[in-house]
């Protein structure tokens, strides 16, 4: 789920509506439900963009594997990100709200992701980590400058951090099995 940049909404994802989950848009209180999408396909991770909230990337199955769309927050205007190679995955908004990070297995073997970050204006993408086991969840830090993410270089999930072109990786944690990364309040690397 995810919040308007005003805080009045709450964007999140439902089987409500039938057998598949559907993106759905309300209240913060929880009141005035309406469904934005519907399709028979799973549609979830609704980002909405932080400098254009009218507007918001998600992933969905409409079209065989999980890829990244764009639609509008009404559900209106819908258009596929990605190119329909692979598996398109976990969208994340730059703080500008031009660019989103995601994981992506296009290249690689179903389900070995790696990080990317894509131009959204013109769909320009840059890989940011290569091969070193399952690259997943990307946040971008409120500086724009920094991603944390997941990733299974061991026997576990462990959280790391980067710069946004893919240098100073730094693993995080080391006990456990550590896999949604949300960036704090805090701006100190």
Same mark, same amino acid.
């Given at each position: ?58 992933? /969905?199955? *409409? &079209? =065989?594997?999980?890829? %990244?769309?764009? !639609?509008?927050? @009404? ?5 596929? $990100? +990605? #190119? ?66 997941? /990733?299974? *270089? &061991? =026997?576990?999930?462990? %959280?790391?951090? !980067?710069?946004? @072109? ?5 693993? $995080? +944690? #080391? ?15």
């Amino acid at each position: 789920s995810d919040f308007t940049p005003d805080s009045k909404q709450l964007l999140l994802y439902s089987t409500a509506g039938g057998s598949y989950s559907q993106i759905f848009i309300a209240n913060a209180d929880g009141s005035n439900w309406q469904r934005i999408s519907s399709v028979r396909a799973i549609e979830v991770e609704a980002k909405v963009n932080p400098k254009a909230s009218t507007n918001l990337v998600f992933v /969905s199955g *409409r &079209g =065989g594997p999980p890829q %990244i769309y764009r !639609m509008n927050i @009404d559900g209106a205007d819908i258009v596929r $990100l +990605t #190119t329909g190679e692979g598996e398109a995955v976990n969208p994340s908004w730059h703080p500008d709200g031009t660019k989103i990070a995601f994981a992506w297995t296009r290249g690689f073997e179903p389900g070995n992701y790696n990080i990317f970050i894509m131009d959204v204006a013109t769909r320009g993408v840059t890989q940011l980590t290569h091969g070193m086991g399952r690259n997943e969840n990307p946040v971008w830090a409120s500086d724009g400058l920094h991603i944390v993410f997941s /990733s299974k *270089r &061991g =026997g576990r999930n462990q %959280i790391f951090t !980067m710069l946004a @072109d893919g240098t100073q990786q730094k693993q $995080l +944690t #080391t006990q456990g099995n550590n896999e949604k990364p949300v960036w704090g309040n805090a701006s100190n690397f």
